[in-house]
């Protein structure tokens, strides 16, 4: 097992206000220590939230991201803070899900990337946005990401 350098790090080890937006957040990479195997990463959050850019109201999904190093590993705590950062925000569902998914490729450069955006319905109607950066490796064990579309109350 080798130890990652994270002596670059900003936000990792103290106490860090939230961004205001996520145009504001920075997003932080640590080394990948296990660059010779091809694996997945995994984050969830099921209590994502932003606002609605029409209403102001509050919207909340449950994202999945998961993604196969190249290289590069996302800091989680930055991860955290970044997507805190849509809760004042304003943008469409579709926005929010592709600008997390943007902001993540450029910064990692994954050998391969996918989200999973279950947004909760708005206007009864629930709006899910997926997207991928192509086929991953062969051989990779590629888990469901285990949300079920969503059936209402029952």
Known sequence: ???????????????????????EAVLEKVPAANGDMNFVVRFTAPEFTSLCPMTGQPDFAHIVIDYIPDGWLVE??????????????????EDCSLYIARR??????????????????????PIDVFWQSGEPPAGVWLPDQGVPTYRGRG
């Open 1 to 23: 097992m080798s130890h990652t350098d994270v002596s670059g790090l900003t936000q990792l080890g103290g106490r860090t206000e939230a961004p205001a937006s996520p145009e």
């Open 76 to 93: 989680s705590k930055s991860l955290k803070l970044f997507l805190t950062s849509f809760r004042n925000h304003g943008a469409f569902h």
């Open 104 to 125: 993540l490729t450029e910064l990692l450069q994954p050998k391969w990337f996918r989200i999973g955006a279950y947004w909760y319905p708005r206007g009864g109607i």
